[in-house]
């Protein structure tokens, strides 16, 4: 029984060892000797592997779990160096120089780990030095990230180097218009010390990088926007993101940037429906910096509202300025010149104390910029001059809708403009139906469009009765729910708006003409 039981976990350490790229394709004889000097081990959360000091006499293989390699800082502190993934080793260095470890190691989460021995390992190493090879490159490519990461400390701002952890976690095979969902799994604490950060700064980070349309954070879960993602690389670009590539520290794509980005889709096309999403994200972005303004006159939800109207404000802004850069010299370079126009007169009025005298005034030249920006986004469209460009167009109303409506629930319960506030209200819920009806039947077999109109409008609904007042000493509860579901509905509608830019762009022949949006 005894034998049968060793025979069986020398199997399992045999089989191990062989599907680590470390040891591929070793013979079956030097896996044996492995074997022989191999430690099997279990560590629990919180549990030391080794610790900085400890004398090194073995090569560490992380086989699942997490382990992070970290040190102690005077202020006393922890600085997290690194996150080892199922399939790495650690320790390598320390084998070839007589010094202790300089760094820690610990279990995020239950671990198991294959521990061999350095003097067993040399003498594989000797016979076979295709993993002394292996051995230097895992080194070299270690002092790569390690450098990368200096670059990124250095020179990039805590939201680059955030997202570009995100991209990391993606993966290579990113969908480039699609949305692609990633798991942070370690703590927030862990990670922000990754990033030599505190806790609430990674918060922030994350928050900002969801206001700007990028990301939606859903407790431990991360939906990359894609299509979103890559024009803001596009438009906002950095040498760095090319001199690093080879690591994928901050852009996953690999090969000609002048290849397809999607299947059926080239950039040039791709390209010009974000550039129709661009535009009318400042639709949606007009409504939403009103709807957050007037929350903050009366007193609701106040962090929350100012950061997202300051970052509205500001991606209104640097969005506004890549519009014009985009159409100088175009049949839409007069209409955007106008919107340019019109913005600093609003961006005044929003970055000032709000007070209810100036509601009025607000409600005015908020209508104003949505009538301009409205024909820029139609003005792309027509452009475009497919269909996939109108439907992305129609999707954009629909997106824009979810902050107007919240917008006038406001005004009309703050007296502002009662009347024309329930009719518009009464035209943006057949607006939106009407949207999402269109857009059903404009699509055929769209893979998870169908899903995101359904979901999209359930949550719709939700919202129109969560804006019944019944009594008016239920608007400050009231109120908070509807900001808080039209926020929801954003993200939602959002993610309805980049299906529509991720389909093909050959699809005029699959889908019926959609009718142009009011």
């Given at each position: 029984m005894k034998d049968q039981l060793s025979s069986q976990i020398a199997r399992t350490y045999r089989k191990a060892l062989g599907e680590l790229s470390l040891f591929a394709d070793l013979a079956p004889r030097h896996l044996d000797e492995l074997v022989q000097g191999t430690c099997n081990v279990i560590y629990q959360k919180g549990q030391a592997v080794f610790r900085a000091g400890d004398v090194v006499s073995h090569l560490h293989v992380l086989v699942s779990g997490q382990v992070k390699l970290s040190l102690s800082c005077r202020r006393g502190n922890e600085r997290v160096l690194e996150l080892l993934n199922p399939g790495q080793a650690f320790g390598q260095a320390e084998l070839f120089v007589p010094r202790p470890y300089l760094v820690s190691a610990t279990a995020v989460k239950p671990s198991h780990v294959l521990a061999i021995r350095r003097d067993t390992l040399f003498r594989v190493m000797a016979d076979d030095p295709r993993i002394s090879r292996r051995v230097i490159e895992i080194l070299a490519q270690r002092q790569l990230e390690t450098e990368a990461d200096l670059v990124a400390q250095h020179s990039w701002s805590p939201g680059q180097r955030l997202l570009g952890y995100l991209l990391e976690l993606a993966g290579p095979h990113r969908d480039a218009t699609g949305e692609t969902l990633v798991t942070l799994e370690t703590s927030k604490k862990v990670l922000a010390s990754r990033f030599d950060m505190q806790p609430e700064t990674l918060s922030r980070n994350l928050r900002d990088l969801s206001d700007a349309g990028l990301i939606v954070v859903q407790r431990n879960r991360v939906l990359l926007r894609n299509g979103e993602i890559d024009r803001h690389l596009l438009t906002n670009p950095d040498p760095r993101t090319i001199d690093i590539d080879s690591v994928r520290r901050v852009s996953t794509r690999n090969g000609n940037s002048n290849e397809a980005w999607h299947q059926g889709c080239n950039r040039e096309s791709w390209t010009r429906c974000g550039w129709i999403n661009g535009a009318g994200r400042q639709r949606a972005l007009s409504q939403r910096m009103a709807k957050s303004w007037l929350m903050l006159e009366q007193g609701l939800l106040a962090r929350q509202s100012r950061?997202?109207?300051?970052?509205?404000?500001?991606?209104?802004?640097?969005?506004?300025?890549?519009?014009?850069?985009?159409?100088?010299?175009?049949?839409?370079?007069?209409?955007?010149?106008?919107?340019?126009?019109?913005?600093?007169?609003?961006?005044?009025?929003?970055?000032?104390?709000?007070?209810?005298?100036?509601?009025?005034?607000?409600?005015?030249?908020?209508?104003?910029?949505?009538?301009?920006?409205?024909?820029?986004?139609?003005?792309?469209?027509?452009?475009?001059?497919?269909?996939?460009?109108?439907?992305?167009?129609?999707?954009?109303?629909?997106?824009?809708?979810?902050?107007?409506?919240?917008?006038?629930?406001?005004?009309?319960?703050?007296?502002?403009?009662?009347?024309?506030?329930?009719?518009?209200?009464?035209?943006?819920?057949?607006?939106?139906?009407?949207?999402?009806?269109?857009?059903?039947?404009?699509?055929?077999?769209?893979?998870?469009?169908?899903?995101?109109?359904?979901?999209?409008?359930?949550?719709?609904?939700?919202?129109?009765?969560?804006?019944?007042?019944?009594?008016?000493?239920?608007?400050?509860?009231?109120?908070?729910?509807?900001?808080?579901?039209?926020?929801?509905?954003?993200?939602?509608?959002?993610?309805?708006?980049?299906?529509?830019?991720?389909?093909?762009?050959?699809?005029?022949?699959?889908?019926?003409?959609?009718?142009?949006?009011?």
């Open positions: 950061l997202i109207l300051r970052q509205s404000v500001n991606l209104f802004d640097s969005r506004l300025k890549e519009l014009e850069a985009q159409t100088a010299g175009t049949e839409n370079q007069a209409t955007c010149a106008e919107l340019a126009r019109l913005w600093p007169r609003y961006r005044t009025l929003l970055e000032m104390a709000p007070n209810s005298g100036d509601a009025h005034k607000l409600f005015a030249i908020n209508e104003e910029v949505l009538d301009v920006a409205d024909q820029l986004a139609r003005g792309f469209a027509a452009t475009e001059g497919t269909r996939k460009g109108l439907l992305v167009n129609l999707a954009g109303r629909g997106r824009m809708l979810s902050q107007r409506a919240a917008k006038h629930f406001m005004f009309r319960q703050m007296g502002i403009r009662v009347a024309s506030c329930r009719s518009r209200l009464d035209e943006a819920n057949a607006e939106f139906s009407a949207t999402l009806g269109q857009l059903r039947g404009a699509v055929k077999d769209a893979p998870g469009l169908a899903a995101k109109l359904e979901s999209s409008l359930n949550l719709w609904q939700l919202f129109r009765s969560a804006m019944e007042v019944r009594n008016p000493t239920e608007f400050p509860q009231v109120a908070r729910r509807v900001f808080r579901i039209s926020e929801d509905l954003l993200n939602r509608t959002d993610a309805m708006v980049e299906a529509c830019v991720g389909l093909p762009a050959d699809m005029d022949d699959s889908v019926a003409s959609p009718r142009q949006a009011n």
